[in-house]
């Protein structure tokens, strides 16, 4: 088979540093004048405060799998709500199992520009018995190229990272 | 309440860069075409218009707070009063209905809504980074942010469920593109087949590019009225308007993570029973409550019971082949599960498009007649008043006279239903359009 050769050149933003542009003696002329499309770079530290959800991100820093669950109506939150989405009393914190099934998945093969470097990589929504709501994490150990449906209802485990960066990266999920 | 009456709209051709004009100058030129279709001068129109409603997603494309009031000067219209409106995708769909509570209120008796965005203001992985920055930036976005990535665990979800198949969804993506190859405004147009859609490159398994709408800059406006409005207008252009009035609005929400959605009773349409859904746990992640909220709220207001047979065309937001499917379900085009197979069926095809494939039913209501976002383009802020636009000329029969080509008339339409939508299905807007003969 012959080989599909690329007939582009990959853009980048990397451009010219410019002076100066040439101008037109007649000014009637002008609103026929391409735009002048400059750069414009913009780069910020947030001061971000996880707020009442923290023990969360300690728990993963010590191996722990934190979720809630409502005072009022006992609705346990897999994602950490202080405040109950049923019946709005106050939850507590409880220790979720770390083991659990796959609710769903994907390959993502693209993603924001954050993750660009990391694809492929797989997200799964996983189930917790006695849970009322899903987690949002990484799945690992699986091959990107094999995704099929077989994978929903998989039985996972938690691992943690030994160096948290307290990050809801800081636990990934791993065929139990 | 008072009624209000939708009597005029103007988009401009959306695409992937407009870097020719800024923002103000592509707002314009919707407005331009509003005014002018209304027969008017636009400083009669200045002079008519009581307010106005900015429509615009996100702060981060052009790094420019208020680009509302930029848009308010530019088109002439201070000091007359007026707000932005932002609920992510679904901004068009949510500033249309402020604009309707403008008028209905008696705030105001004329509004006009212009919405836009610029998303070629920064490139493609970087845009989708902005846009998943409408997921929780604590718990989900370092995950791996990604909007594709979130829609495909809905719609594997889906598969799961119901069984719905990859060919159903593609059949959404050569109806909406082939639909767009007549219309003159779509960023993209053109002729496909179930193998293009599924050769195409993969982004997040199983949606391929081809399943997935694309950024676009562009701007859409409408103009809304009371009664008393529409005269004025009238006695200033010295003709009669077709209107088309606003039957009906409902609004929904549901939460931002779709990992804290609750898996309980589906909100039964008059026409089902909860025997439908004896084993069905919703909304989960399958299924968006928000927009089945809506629809109830909507169909109550405007009196619908059968929508496929009550409604003669929706324009719904397709982000993805798979989100159509699940709007047919949400709206109930058919009965949650069936959505994949009404996709494949036809009943949703426009009539006389030769679309080249074997379809078993015959045109009902057709789905996304101007393209949808997956063809024509998806600039947030505009893309729910561009729905808006494109349901007023079918309901006044001048697709012709816009779009010049008739391919995409629905002959002798009378009601459509135009849907906006937000996020993972957080926000979710229904507006039902008639026309007044």
């Known amino acids: ?176 | 309440m008072r009624d209000v009456y939708l009597v005029s709209g103007g988009v401009s051709k959306f695409t992937k860069a407009r870097h020719d004009k800024t923002f103000q100058g592509v707002v314009k030129e919707a407005v331009d075409y509003a005014v002018k279709d209304l027969g008017i001068e636009y400083k009669q129109f200045l002079e008519l218009v009581d307010g106005s409603v900015a429509s615009y997603f996100s702060d981060h494309f052009q790094r420019q707070l208020m680009s509302g009031i930029m848009a308010q000067d530019y088109l002439g219209l201070c000091p007359k009063p007026s707000h932005r409106v932002e609920g992510g995708g679904a901004t068009g769909g949510l500033s249309f209905q402020e604009g309707w509570k403008n008028i209905a209120s008696g705030h105001m008796e004329t509004c006009v809504i212009y919405g836009f965005e610029t998303m070629s203001h920064v490139e493609t992985w970087k845009g989708n980074e902005f846009i998943a920055l409408a997921s929780d930036v604590s718990f989900d976005f370092p995950v791996g942010g990604f909007y594709s990535g979130y829609y495909a665990m809905m719609v594997v979800r889906h598969m799961e469920e119901f069984g719905t198949t990859v060919e159903q969804m593609a059949h959404i993506s050569v109806k909406n593109h082939r639909n767009a190859f007549h219309n003159p405004y779509a960023q993209k147009r053109q002729k496909l087949t179930i193998e293009d859609v599924r050769k195409s490159t993969m982004v997040a398994w199983p949606l391929t590019r081809l399943d997935i709408c694309v950024m676009s800059d562009g701007a859409a406006a409408v103009v809304l009225a009371s009664e008393e409005g529409v005269k004025k207008l009238e006695k200033a252009a010295g003709k009669t308007l077709p209107k088309v009035k606003v039957a009906g609005i409902g609004c929904g929400t549901d939460a931002m993570r779709m990992s804290d959605r609750p898996h309980k009773k589906v909100p039964l349409l008059p026409f089902e029973k909860e025997s439908d859904y004896k084993n069905l746990k919703y909304p989960g992640i399958h299924s968006f409550r928000a927009g089945r909220s809506a629809a109830i709220e909507a169909y109550k207001h405007a009196k619908i019971n059968d929508p496929m047979q009550d409604l003669d065309f929706v324009e719904l937001h397709d982000a993805y082949t798979s989100s159509e499917i699940q709007t047919y379900e949400d709206l109930g085009m058919c009965r949650y599960g069936q959505g994949g197979e009404l996709a494949a069926s036809g009943k949703t095809f426009m009539p006389g498009i030769d679309y080249g494939l074997k379809l078993k039913e015959k045109p009902v209501c057709p789905v996304n007649p101007s393209g949808g976002l997956i063809a024509c383009g998806h600039p947030v802020g505009a893309t729910g008043l561009m729905q808006a636009v494109f349901a007023l000329w079918q309901l006044q029969g001048t697709i012709k006279k816009h779009f010049k080509d008739d391919a995409l008339q629905v002959k002798g339409a009378k009601r459509g239903l135009i849907h906006s939508h937000a996020g993972t299905g957080t926000y979710v807007t229904v507006s039902i359009l008639e026309g007044v003969r």
């Open chain 1, 1 to 176: 088979m012959r080989k599909q050769l690329k007939t582009t050149v990959a853009e980048s933003t990397d451009g010219t540093v410019l002076y100066n542009v040439p101008f037109p003696k007649n000014i009637e002329s002008l609103k026929e004048m391409t735009p002048i499309i400059i750069k414009q770079p913009y780069s910020i530290d947030y001061i971000h405060s996880y707020g009442q959800d923290s023990p969360w991100f300690a728990g993963l820093a010590n191996k722990k799998l934190l979720g809630t669950k409502c005072t009022g109506c006992g609705y346990v939150f897999a994602t950490p709500k202080l405040s109950c989405m049923e019946c709005g009393s106050e939850c507590d914190w409880i220790e979720l199992p770390q083991e659990g099934k796959v609710h769903s998945f994907t390959v993502c093969h693209f993603g924001a520009e954050a993750f660009l470097d990391q694809c492929p990589f797989i997200l799964g929504l996983i189930e917790f018995e006695g849970a009322n709501t899903l987690l949002l994490t990484r799945l690992i150990g699986l091959d990107p190229e094999e995704a099929n449906l077989k994978w929903v209802g998989m039985k996972v485990k938690a691992k943690f990272l030994r160096k948290s960066q307290f990050k809801p990266t800081d636990v990934y999920f791993v065929p139990a």
